[in-house]
């Protein structure tokens, strides 16, 4: 007799997560939980039977640093569905939905910058605390499971704005005492973006008493390191992410790559972490398989437009940039500074060579989705020009993709076996004009397609261990990450031999293919090319 809501999996080749080969069985499901997995289960059992006779039968892929917190509250999840994904941890770069000080004005622009930072195109969602975000996340109804980690940026934004400066004992103190707030609402640690301000402000020991705290609730920190995008950056942000992991926290440092052309840096790098674990550290890193990155256009603009002794100044940058349409000393400057970033990052030495920046502007017809190079020829204007006269008409809210690293680069982090796959992408509201590095949509299918099966760099068992179990087990999830009698049905049905992504740099917003069926929490969210627009996804708390 079949029990109500209960799906029978049958004839297909179950891989568990744990790095096993793929064995044969059906597998049960029965109230949102594998109820048995077996070689053989009667179909008398189940309200529906699913043939997955030639398919992989998976636990469902967790994505370990993505930027959905606003977007999942307004979006169905296609994009990360159709990849077979069911969990997005989201908190990351030092960036999160809370905690956010009461007594600031939601039309602040400090509250209009850090909303755009995780992808809230207005202010109709603000939470407070954890708590909040979460029982609102319950409330709305979410298409997958969310587990939240806490931005170390916020914390500095609730006590002391965007000011340039070391915490007084004082605030430091009372930034901890909010942090563990948030960890006993089930925060899962604390991620920092020192890359950006008001993160890159913090010195070293500011994050280590910060991660003191988060240690107290087994918690888990993340970074997106320091100086990335300079001369010996990546070798300077790795050593400062071992000395933290010193203090005895788990540390995971995220997307993992050589951002520029710096020959070599990336070995070196990855060898600090090797060395790091042979003492004893909890560290590892996570990388998506693109040649490329996902940031600000401001990247790309001189430091000193946009910052000044108070921190952030959004507002004088763009009088800045607008005064420099008429004054050409200003101008040139801008122009010689921007030579020399892109010159680091991008390794741009030609006019063509803009063609490596996609600049993503949804509110912009004039502009979005199109490269540096295709503006400036449709314009007129110098590539330089471009990117200021987009930042001014957006007043600086515009992201950009970047192609800055090289394939043979690329593959040193994508092949090692301390690597867990994640996007740094997003859900993404499916009406909207947002245009993505392609990640967001084809992270995980691009590893399966082009990685394992075309290139073979990695065995197909071996990359759903680091899609599943691994990045469960970093986080601390219990009963997740595993296709095992008891956990939670998260589970993606896909063919081995047609999984691709379909996304491009030009086309980003494409789908993949060959994923046939996910399930979240034991519902279907996606069968056969259809998007049934379930919201079985859960907000996670640690326990």
């Not at 705290?213 to 993340?222: A, E, R």
Request: proline share 4%; hydrophobic share 35%.
């Amino acid at each position: 007799m079949s029990t109500k809501n209960s799906y029978l999996i049958k004839n297909g080749k179950l891989i568990d997560g744990t790095g096993n080969p793929w064995f044969k069985a059906d597998l049960l499901i029965e109230d949102g939980k594998i109820k048995i997995i077996s070689p053989k289960i009667s179909e008398e059992r189940a309200e529906e039977v699913i043939d997955a006779s030639g398919l992989i039968v998976s636990p469902g892929f967790i994505d370990i640093h993505t930027h959905s917190d606003a977007t999942v509250l307004f979006s169905r999840g296609e994009n990360v569905i159709s990849q077979g994904v069911t969990t997005h941890v989201v908190g990351n770069c030092g960036f999160s939905m809370t905690p956010i000080n009461p007594n600031m004005d939601k039309d602040d622009e400090t509250m209009r910058t850090f909303i755009s930072m995780i992808g809230g195109g207005n202010t109709e969602f603000i939470f407070f605390n954890l708590n909040e975000y979460l029982e609102g996340l319950k409330q709305k109804g979410i298409p997958i499971n969310i587990a939240p980690m806490i931005g170390h940026s916020m914390l500095r934004i609730y006590f002391m704005g965007l000011e340039n400066r070391e915490p007084t004992t004082e605030e430091l103190e009372n930034m901890k005492d909010l942090l563990e707030e948030q960890m006993k609402f089930g925060a899962f640690g604390m991620s920092t973006g020192l890359d950006y301000p008001p993160g890159s402000f913090a010195k070293t020991n500011e994050i280590i008493e910060l991660c003191k705290v988060v240690s107290k609730y087994n918690g888990l920190y993340t970074t997106h390191m320091r100086a990335g995008l300079r001369n010996n950056g990546l070798i300077k942000g790795t050593k400062e992410a071992v000395k933290i992991a010193k203090s005895g926290i788990p540390v995971e440092i995220n997307h993992f790559k050589a951002f520029g052309f710096w020959p070599g840096d990336i070995r070196k790098a990855v060898k600090l972490v090797e060395e790091a674990r042979e003492q004893n550290l909890d560290i590892t890193f996570d990388v998506f398989p693109h040649a490329s990155n996902h940031t600000f256009l401001f990247a790309l603009i001189p430091p000193w437009i946009y910052l000044s002794k108070q921190g952030i100044d959004n507002l004088r940058a763009i009088d800045m940039l607008k005064k420099s349409k008429s004054d050409i000393d200003l101008r040139d400057k801008i122009y010689g500074e921007i030579d020399i970033i892109v010159k680091s990052y991008l390794n741009i030495t030609e006019k063509e060579g803009w063609k490596k920046v996609f600049i993503n502007a949804p509110n912009s017809i004039k502009y979005n989705g199109k490269n540096v190079y295709q503006n400036s020829i449709e314009h007129n204007l110098d590539p330089r020009q471009v990117l200021i006269e987009v930042l001014i008409e957006q007043e600086g809210a515009v992201g950009g993709t970047y192609l800055s690293m090289t394939e043979e680069d690329n593959i040193v982090t994508i092949a090692h076996p301390l690597t867990m796959f994640a996007s740094d992408g997003r859900i993404i509201p499916e009406n909207s004009e947002y245009f993505p590095n392609p990640y967001a949509n084809g992270t995980f299918t691009q590893v399966l397609g082009k990685y394992v099966r075309e290139e073979k760099l990695l065995t197909l068992h071996d990359a759903i261990r680091r899609m599943t179990s691994y990045p469960a087990q970093k986080l601390g999830l219990k009963d997740r990450g595993i296709l095992r009698e008891g956990y939670w049905a998260d589970i993606t049905i896909f063919d081995e031999e047609r999984i691709i992504d379909k996304a491009t740099y030009e086309n980003p917003r494409l789908y993949s293919e060959g994923v046939e069926y996910v399930f979240v929490n034991g519902v279907i969210a996606y069968k056969k090319g259809v998007f049934t627009n379930s919201k079985s996804g859960m907000a996670l708390r640690r326990q």
